[in-house]
């Protein structure tokens, strides 16, 4: 991606952030908004400077601990979505138990999760995990349930062995819903890694809930701040995946790649 | 390869195909024409090996079956090359006798300068034409055809009607041409078997009377006429049965 397409994607959402944070800025200052409500964007600003190493440490740590939870949906999802549409049998038996990961509220479980590995990374990553799987394994499973049935013909009539046909037609078919997957699931893994570390008070999570008691909003928001750029980050690169793999697809992708 | 009082009914109770029988010489090309929905997929889906006669035999004494689907079907991820490829790297040929072979059934469509363009690339000619290749890479002695061209605009249509015809010639294949479309069965068949509407019954079996070389002037004779409106005529019956 060149210079000049970054700043063509990057202009629009940056004038809306420009403009929100002024207007903030105004509102407080003017003392429509109390500044125990919403800091002045200026101060969240200041704040981010002077807790810098603290923020990046904390940044660091739940960003490792989001990626790991993601890696690891995606890992356990896309095979669990592949045993589940191996059979219709298979499929009614366990999707109820995968809906699970979706219905159970995960600020609920990331306290049985600290009890079950610990107050260290491991729960945080157990805790992204259960909140980002389930998007992988449902929309895995979808794409690999809508193959063209020619298609499966095609294979049929060239007698492809299962593996054949899951490695070479299957999981390609379904590539553009499992980057759906993935797209929801990064958002959800740094959700689940914040709500995890509510509880075990390491990470951005942790800063927060530290900042929270201690009155200081404006930490509060300049974590939030990135906690949201470590959200925005790991859509972006799922979405510079999706496009390299899916170039070929259609017309379109080709020529904004070329 | 002989289809012997052949039924085919789905769970749902339609009766697609019934009790019908059907003998094709080897070399010949041979047209099913008949109504939409009348059960001539199906019946072609059998003779592949996708589906199963419910009732009655379905005998393929071919060595290889080449399919072409009614869209062309290609993988969008692969390039045209290696889609052509794809039946020979299911039968696990090695890669150097296969990419020699695909690029060999590339050139009989007329696309060797192809090869490494994506099917988002292409038109749907040219789409159908790779798909005509990739059905023709195996090599097969029996090839069977499901509307192939029935989404092509005329002369593209009636360009790859010349090359199908052309194939045939040179290759001495058993071609089982699936159609609804008179001129189409009329202009490229030796031999064109008119169905019902469903279930599917033989409503006529000729064997047309026009020359083995055939070109556009061929479309406006009156001779075509003829043949055309013998299969007109059969198929209006079909349809008041």
């Known amino acids: 991606m060149n210079v000049r397409r970054l700043a063509y994607l990057a202009w629009p959402p940056l004038t809306v952030f420009a403009g929100v944070f002024a207007m903030l800025e105004v509102a407080v200052r003017a003392g429509w908004i109390a500044s125990?409500?919403?800091?002045?964007?200026?101060?969240?600003?200041?704040?981010?400077?002077?807790?810098?190493?603290?923020?990046?440490?904390?940044?660091?740590?739940?960003?490792?601990?989001?990626?790991?939870?993601?890696?690891?949906?995606?890992?356990?999802?896309?095979?669990?979505?592949?045993?589940?549409s191996s059979g219709g049998l298979v499929r009614r038996a366990f999707y109820p138990y995968a809906v699970f990961f979706q219905t159970v509220p995960i600020i609920a479980v990331a306290p049985l999760l600290v009890i079950w590995f610990g107050f260290d990374q491991g729960a945080v990553i157990a805790s992204a995990f259960v909140a980002s799987v389930f998007p992988v394994i449902a929309n895995t499973l979808s794409g690999l349930m809508s193959v063209d049935a020619p298609l499966v013909d095609l294979f049929r009539l060239y007698r492809a062995r299962p593996l054949a046909a899951l490695v070479k037609l299957r999981l390609p078919f379904a590539l553009p819903q499992i980057f759906t997957g993935l797209r929801v699931a990064a958002g959800l893994s740094v959700i689940g890694a914040i709500v995890g570390e509510f509880i075990t008070g390491s990470g951005l999570g942790g800063l927060i809930q530290v900042a929270r008691q201690q009155r200081k909003i404006d930490k509060v928001f300049a974590t939030l701040l990135v906690t949201s750029l470590l959200g925005v980050a790991m859509f972006a690169m799922i979405n510079a995946v999706a496009r390299l793999t899916l170039r070929h697809w259609h017309a379109s992708e080709r020529t904004e790649g070329a | 390869m002989i289809v012997h009082d052949a039924s085919r009914q789905f769970d749902n109770g339609l009766l697609a195909v019934d009790g019908l029988s059907i003998s094709i010489p080897a070399g010949q090309f041979l047209a099913?024409?008949?109504?939409?929905?009348?059960?001539?997929?199906?019946?072609?889906?059998?003779?592949?090996?996708?589906?199963?006669?419910?009732?009655?035999?379905?005998?393929?004494?071919?060595?290889?079956?080449?399919?072409?689907?009614?869209?062309?079907?290609?993988?969008?991820?692969?390039?045209?090359?290696?889609?052509?490829?794809?039946?020979?790297?299911?039968?696990?040929?090695?890669?150097?006798?296969?990419?020699?072979?695909?690029?060999?059934?590339?050139?009989?469509?007329?696309?060797?300068?192809?090869?490494?363009?994506?099917?988002?690339?292409?038109?749907?000619?040219?789409?159908?034409?790779?798909?005509?290749?990739?059905?023709?890479?195996?090599?097969?002695?029996?090839?069977?055809?499901?509307?192939?061209?029935?989404?092509?605009?005329?002369?593209?249509?009636?360009?790859?009607?010349?090359?199908?015809?052309?194939?045939?010639?040179?290759?001495?294949?058993?071609?089982?041409?699936?159609?609804?479309?008179?001129?189409?069965?009329?202009?490229?068949?030796?031999?064109?078997?008119?169905?019902?509407?469903?279930?599917?019954?033989?409503?006529?079996?000729?064997?047309?009377?026009?020359?083995?070389?055939?070109?556009?002037?061929?479309?406006?004779?009156?001779?075509?006429?003829?043949?055309?409106?013998?299969?007109?005529?059969?198929?209006?019956?079909?349809?008041?049965?």
């Open chain 2, 32 to 241: 099913l024409l008949g109504p939409s929905g009348c059960g001539k997929s199906t019946l072609l889906r059998m003779i592949a090996g996708l589906d199963r006669p419910t009732r009655g035999r379905v005998d393929v004494s071919a060595g290889g079956v080449g399919y072409v689907f009614q869209d062309a079907h290609l993988l969008p991820w692969r390039n045209v090359i290696d889609n052509v490829a794809l039946p020979l790297e299911l039968a696990r040929l090695p890669a150097n006798q296969r990419d020699d072979r695909a690029a060999e059934a590339l050139n009989l469509v007329g696309l060797s300068e192809f090869g490494a363009m994506y099917p988002a690339q292409l038109s749907g000619g040219m789409r159908m034409r790779v798909s005509l290749a990739r059905a023709l890479v195996g090599r097969p002695n029996l090839l069977l055809l499901d509307e192939p061209f029935a989404a092509l605009d005329e002369i593209t249509r009636q360009q790859l009607d010349d090359l199908l015809r052309g194939l045939w010639q040179r290759t001495g294949m058993t071609i089982l041409f699936v159609t609804h479309s008179i001129q189409e069965a009329a202009y490229l068949a030796d031999r064109v078997i008119v169905l019902s509407r469903r279930p599917a019954r033989v409503m006529l079996d000729h064997v047309m009377a026009m020359p083995s070389s055939r070109d556009a002037a061929l479309r406006t004779s009156a001779a075509f006429a003829a043949e055309a409106r013998l299969l007109f005529q059969a198929l209006e019956r079909g349809e008041r049965l």
């Open chain 1, 36 to 84: 125990f409500l919403v800091p002045r964007p200026s101060d969240a600003i200041k704040s981010l400077g002077a807790n810098f190493a603290e923020i990046a440490g904390a940044f660091m740590a739940t960003a490792s601990a989001a990626l790991r939870g993601f890696g690891l949906s995606v890992a356990v999802g896309v095979v669990v979505a592949v045993a589940l």
